[in-house]
């Protein structure tokens, strides 16, 4: 079950107020997966918004020649994925898949659900677009780095 207290501790919805963090707790509801299950598959259609509750995934993208996939995150507990695909409409840009521990839980929600939400909640959508912005920021400026990094090696 997706809780106002674990909201409060997702960093994308912590300054979501009472009112606000219950209607986003009413329309999420919670997956388990199990270590190794795939949650989503690159080039899938992104139509669910996923938040870490705990356990661990794997972040990945599949090799050019046909070897195995090539690592690029882990995200855990607090962490949100599928964030792309929920707001540009586009394919799965990685395969996300439960690692490491036995069980991994997710908060879900569907997109359509969570755009109406931010639709019928300006003052919520605000703050949670501001903080999605710094997420993505973020993961561009690890991967920007990452590139480097391969470019001066070759």
């Known amino acids: 079950m997706v809780t106002r207290d674990f909201l409060r501790s997702v960093p994308l919805f912590a300054a979501l107020g009472d009112a606000d963090a219950d209607a986003l707790a009413a329309i999420g509801r919670e997956e388990v997966f199990t270590k190794g299950q795939v949650i989503f598959r690159e ?87 501001e903080r999605l912005v710094r997420v993505v920021s973020s993961r561009l400026r690890r991967t920007s780095e990452a590139v480097q990094v391969l470019l001066r090696s070759l």
């Open 43 to 129: 080039r899938d259609a992104g139509g669910r918004l996923f938040v870490v509750i705990s356990g661990v995934v794997e972040i990945s993208k599949a090799a050019v020649h046909g070897g195995p996939p090539v690592p690029l995150a882990r995200v855990e507990r607090g962490d949100v994925l599928g964030e792309l695909g929920a707001f540009d409409g586009g394919p799965r840009s990685a395969t996300a898949t439960a690692s490491l521990v036995p069980e991994t839980r997710l908060a879900t929600w569907d997109v359509e659900d969570f755009h109406a939400f931010l639709a019928a909640r300006p003052q919520a959508a605000v703050l949670i677009l």
